[in-house]
């Protein structure tokens, strides 16, 4: 049994759980798009790292949008090494449940993906999302190079405005540099996929605030 902590706090380094050196077994081939879950990827792609909550809904809103090459479920943020679901569940991981997302740049851009980010779940819920309660289900962006680190911060600044005219509060959405990032189980990946469970539990969908960075993307 896991030791239990206070869902809200994040671990300090000498709270957390050790992990192990080995990386989680993961399915070669997204369920979906029938492409490479782990790579190698063009030269061209490009990476983007989200999180909203339950990453099954997540990474459905982004497998869905045309330039996405692949998506998968996975954990980032946090300081144990490769770290099962239920150890992150835990809280004594620091990790959130994030979305990596590979796409082309060429046909869809960061700014896209930020829109569909910031549209589509609660940024101002802190260690939550919805009855999704736990420092795992943080809103979190996590970037892979220093002009999407500034993109997305400058997408932050010009959301906030409308956030708090719609009356929820102040955005607590974690913005910095990703550390490491550990593919969750392969049951977790695409969990929605119709070949899987087309109907089952996501809390993902509009929030009713227009983000005004980015395009609409439609697949």
């Known amino acids: 049994m896991f030791l239990r902590r206070m869902k809200a706090e994040l671990p300090t380094p000498d709270q ?4 192990r050196p080995l990386p989680m077994p993961v399915a070669d081939r997204h369920e979906v798009l029938d492409a490479s879950l782990k790579g190698p990827f063009p030269d061209t792609a490009e990476v983007a790292v989200f999180g909203m909550g339950c990453f099954w809904g997540a990474e459905r809103l982004f497998w869905q949008l045309p330039g996405v090459l692949s998506t998968s479920a996975g954990y980032a943020g946090g300081i144990t090494p490769n770290p099962t679901y239920e150890e992150v569940c835990s809280g004594l991981t620091g990790h959130a449940e994030v979305v990596r997302v590979v796409y ?5 851009s960061y700014e896209d993906l930020l829109k569909v980010f910031w549209e589509n779940h609660d940024p101002t819920q802190g260690m939550r999302q919805g009855n999704d309660v736990g420092t795992q289900y943080r809103s979190a962006i996590y970037t892979t190079s220093d002009d999407q680190l500034a993109t997305a911060l ?5 959301f906030a405005p409308i956030v708090e005219a719609a009356g929820r509060g102040a955005i607590t959405t974690e913005i910095e ?3 490491d990032y550990y593919f969750a189980e392969t049951y977790h990946q695409q969990y929605l996929a119709p070949t899987k469970n087309p109907g089952g539990y996501c809390n993902h969908g509009p929030n009713g605030m227009t983000c005004p960075v980015g395009v609409a993307k439609t697949a």
């Open 154 to 158: 400058a997408s932050r600044d010009a």
């Open 177 to 179: 540099p990703l550390g």
């Open 16 to 19: 957390a759980l050790a992990g």
């Open 104 to 108: 082309d740049p060429a046909r869809i």
